[in-house]
């Protein structure tokens, strides 16, 4: 593989419910004459599009969660528990997703018992050497991947647009490198999935103890040196803030098959258009035009 290269990695998941929420707020499901909602699918759609457009990658794969459970249930009962159930009118748009998205030949990539970061993360591990990386995500979880050839785009408002993280950004704003991202969850917790951390340490402190310590480990080994309230919490709550830890930091070492030469972007134009023909795709068609004019300008 050359070092030219560059590969998308889509969090399929965060894309299909962030496109779902930004319309149904409005009671907006444009469902199909076959009585199929189709927001979700068209918003991730034009989202895909317009990331591709930007980033303009030489290869790009969609990963997505496979169910509510993975391993991490098994080792905190809580995890992600404070979830809700998926709206009724999102259910049908998960297979249907995963339907488009093939129809533009890009292949769509999950394994029972681990979450989308995971394939992402062991992707991401597995061809970082070799090529440039870019991540399309709405979840800050995925910044701990960052390094020099690994670049993190998280939604922003609006289609097409992106706080483009890299390395050099990263340790600008958080003052930290960006592996360091799994201690600081560890000692603060996170309350979208659901592990507290250790009780009573919250962001603002978890920062500043990972800027000066570098780790938890060497948190550990000067605890010391804390404030008497500091020593107190994390001692009072170890066994958490290591479970903690192990829930933050993102798997790449996933049992998954890749075949790498698949993941090239080659949008056959008169299958995509069948496709959102079949399905009642409303506003998509004039825009898969872009995804062949990046194809071709390579």
Same mark, same amino acid.
């Given at each position: 593989m050359?070092?030219?290269?560059? @590969? &998308?990695?889509? /969090?399929?998941?965060? $894309?299909? =419910?962030?496109?779902?929420?930004?319309?149904?707020?409005?009671?907006?499901?444009?469902?199909?004459?076959?009585?199929?909602?189709?927001?979700?699918?068209?918003?991730?759609?034009?989202?895909?599009?317009?990331?591709?457009?930007?980033?303009?990658?030489?290869?790009?794969?969609?990963?997505?969660?496979?169910?509510?459970?993975?391993?991490r249930?098994?080792?905190f009962d809580g995890y992600k528990a404070n979830r809700p159930e998926a709206p009724v009118e999102l259910i049908p748009q998960f297979d249907l997703a995963k339907e488009v998205v093939a129809a533009l030949d890009i292949p769509n990539i999950g394994i029972e018992g681990y979450e989308a970061d995971d394939c992402i993360g062991t992707l991401t591990k597995k061809f970082e050497n070799e090529?440039?990386?870019?991540?399309?995500?709405?979840?800050?979880?995925?910044?701990? @991947? &960052?390094?020099? /050839?690994?670049?993190? $785009?998280? =939604?922003?408002?609006?289609?097409?647009?992106?706080?483009?993280?890299?390395?050099?950004?990263?340790?600008?704003?958080?003052?930290?490198?960006?592996?360091?991202?799994?201690?600081?969850?560890?000692?603060m917790g996170d309350s979208s999935d659901n592990y507290p951390g250790v009780k009573g340490i919250g962001e603002k402190t978890a920062y500043k103890l990972i800027i000066q310590y570098k780790s938890i480990d060497r948190i550990l080994e000067n605890i010391n040196e804390l404030t008497k309230g500091q020593k107190t919490k994390i001692e009072n709550d170890l066994d958490m803030l290591h479970l903690s830890r192990e829930l933050a930091e993102i798997n790449c070492h996933a049992p998954l098959?890749?075949?790498?030469?698949?993941?090239?972007?080659?949008?056959?134009?008169?299958?995509?258009?069948?496709?959102?023909?079949?399905?009642?795709?409303?506003?998509?068609?004039?825009?898969?035009?872009n995804i062949t004019e990046v194809r071709e300008a390579m």
């Open positions: 050359k070092k030219e290269n560059h @590969l &998308l990695i889509v /969090d399929g998941m965060a $894309l299909l =419910f962030r496109s779902f929420f930004a319309t149904s707020v409005y009671g907006q499901f444009m469902i199909n004459s076959k009585g199929i909602p189709t927001n979700a699918v068209t918003g991730l759609l034009k989202h895909l599009i317009a990331a591709i457009d930007y980033a303009k990658p030489s290869h790009v794969i969609c990963c997505w969660d496979m169910g509510s459970k993975t391993y249930n098994e080792l090529m440039k990386i870019s991540i399309l995500t709405g979840d800050r979880d995925i910044l701990q @991947l &960052l390094n020099d /050839d690994v670049n993190v $785009l998280i =939604f922003q408002k609006g289609i097409g647009n992106y706080k483009h993280y890299t390395k050099q950004l990263f340790i600008e704003e958080f003052e930290i490198e960006p592996h360091m991202l799994i201690d600081v969850k560890a000692l098959d890749c075949i790498f030469e698949e993941t090239l972007l080659n949008v056959n134009e008169e299958k995509a258009y069948a496709m959102i023909k079949n399905h009642e795709l409303r506003g998509v068609q004039t825009l898969v035009k």
